[in-house]
């Protein structure tokens, strides 16, 4: 079974920054690309960052480059991203995915607020 299991949001202030984790299981982490998108109320959801399945190459959404960092570590199965310099705007639900149709996780609800 598929499964991707995201942690580390919470409530932060303009500026601020956090760290998403997210541990997959049920495929073999190695040999996919990893990404992690984002829901924001009433909007549609979209893709943040990506990275390769062996770590040597990331992209990002313009909105988000030079504040936002992909990792991965596929010994532990994980992918993470580090968010620093948040907004308001940054507000939403994050998810991990890999290129596998139709599964998702609960997600992790970030919020920027003063």
């Known amino acids: 079974q598929v499964q991707f299991v995201e942690s580390g949001g919470g409530l932060v202030q303009p500026g601020g920054s956090l760290r998403l984790s997210c541990v997959a299981s049920g495929f073999t982490f190695s040999s996919y690309r990893m990404s992690w998108y984002r829901q924001a109320p009433g909007k549609e959801r979209e893709l943040v960052a990506a990275i390769t399945s062996t770590g040597d190459s990331a992209n990002y959404r313009d909105s988000v480059k030079g504040r936002f960092a992909i990792s991965r570590d596929n010994a532990k199965n994980s992918v993470y991203l580090q968010m620093n310099n948040l907004q308001p705007e940054d507000t939403a639900v994050y998810y991990c995915?890999?290129?596998?149709?139709?599964?998702w996780g609960q997600g992790t609800q970030v919020t920027v607020s003063s």
């Open positions: 995915k890999a290129r596998i149709p139709g599964y």
